[in-house]
């Protein structure tokens, strides 16, 4: 059986994360998308529109001096739109690691990510790591 076209999709933004092709992932996503990061720190809040979120990753990049990986380990879908992407996230960062499981729950509309909700295991943790 064939895998669900936006399970093919949520990979392909994984794979183009991983390789640090933010113009892949750019054509991935509604110019007015949306990614909500929990939390309190820095990188925490809404980052809206393509260019915001981009921007957001790249920072993410550079303040782990590209050591952030973020391995997928399984996308679930419903076929009316909504993805759920599990992965596990490790970096480093200031002398710190951080290893934690966590997930993305994606909004598509057609071909395009709309809208992206992170959650985490622990938020304590992660406002003391990008703190």
Not at 57 to 73: C, I, N, P
Not at 99 to 118: N, Q, S
Request: glycine share 12%; aromatic share 6%.
């Amino acid at each position: 059986m064939a895998e669900h076209p936006h399970a093919t999709l949520v990979r392909k933004g994984y794979d183009a994360f991983l390789r640090v092709d933010m113009d892949t992932l750019r054509g991935l996503m509604a110019a007015d998308v949306t990614h909500h990061v929990p939390g309190g720190h820095p990188l925490s809040g809404d980052f809206k529109g393509r260019d915001a979120v981009i921007g957001m990753y790249g920072r993410l990049f550079q303040e782990t001096g590209g050591s952030l990986r973020v391995d997928l380990r399984s996308v679930l879908v419903d076929g009316r739109g909504h993805a759920v992407a599990l992965h596990h996230v490790t970096a480093e960062r200031e002398g710190r690691r951080y290893h934690e499981d966590g997930c993305l729950i994606l909004r598509i509309v057609g071909d395009k990510i709309t809208d992206i909700d992170e959650c985490v295991p622990d938020i304590d943790k992660d406002n003391a790591f990008w703190s």
